[in-house]
């Protein structure tokens, strides 16, 4: 029988990947947390991905829903990078939760952006719009901000609620993608010229995170260069969405895993050149566990 011939893969592991800081600050102080006590309650995961969450669980981080949150007593609660609206901390207060509040500073800066936004933009009867995904937690911590009182956009259609000839101000949710951001902004210009509205009362914020949007052109490069592309990250992850299409957008032999036994060697030609990245929420020790094994393919 013939011996079974090796792909000889060459593999580079992105330098620019791994977590952003707002992770890397949350996850360390939980750590920290942990090495002094037994248990942290995680309101909601603290990144999107199975394998770290495993590790911290075996720390002691039990993750819970905000339904659990309610019967959850005289513990510590720990709030992630995304952030969370008034009415959690109100919960916790009734309930003597003690925070460790690891909301990620450029979370904190959008929401305080769009507390003060929307005085004004309210007092002259006028809409506030948030791009982002209905229902995620950033998302949801963004438009508690303001009692609930925001349009979220989606997709162009989410518009045709909107009035136009009155102010509107719109802010991003920090991972969507740049590119659809500008798209939607020029949409609104069209349909307040359309509605007849003043251009001046369009206030326009792009939100969106510079430790996300500065990967769509790196990544773009990345996946340019290598043959095949391995793209890690948890199938919850909003940016991982994102930025894995970047990374389609430029080769189509990308491939989406969350860890390593889910590498396939049919995707592989001899000698292909394979470049393994991911999203902010990946950690650097699972892309090089990952490279690790193609390496041996
Ligand atoms: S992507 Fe940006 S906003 Fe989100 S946690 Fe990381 S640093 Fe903070």
Redesign the pocket.
Known sequence: MEPERKLNLIVDVDSKSGF????VKAIRQAENYLEKSEKLYSLGAIVHNNTELSRLSEKGMEVIDHKSMENLKDSVLFIR?HGEPPSTYSTAEQNNLKIIDCT?P??LKLQQRIKESYKTLSERGGTLLIFGNRGHAEVNGLVGQVNGDAVVIEKMADLDVVNFSKPIAIFSQ??KDPSEYSALVSEIKMRIAKAGGPLEDFNSNNTI?R??SSRHPHLKLFAAEHTVVIFVSGKESS?GKVLFETCKSVNERCHKIEKADEISSEWFSFGDKVGVCGA?STPMWLLEEIAAKLRQL
């Open positions: 952003c800081y707002g992770v990078a990620c450029v979370v920090t991972t995170c430790q996300v940016n902010t």
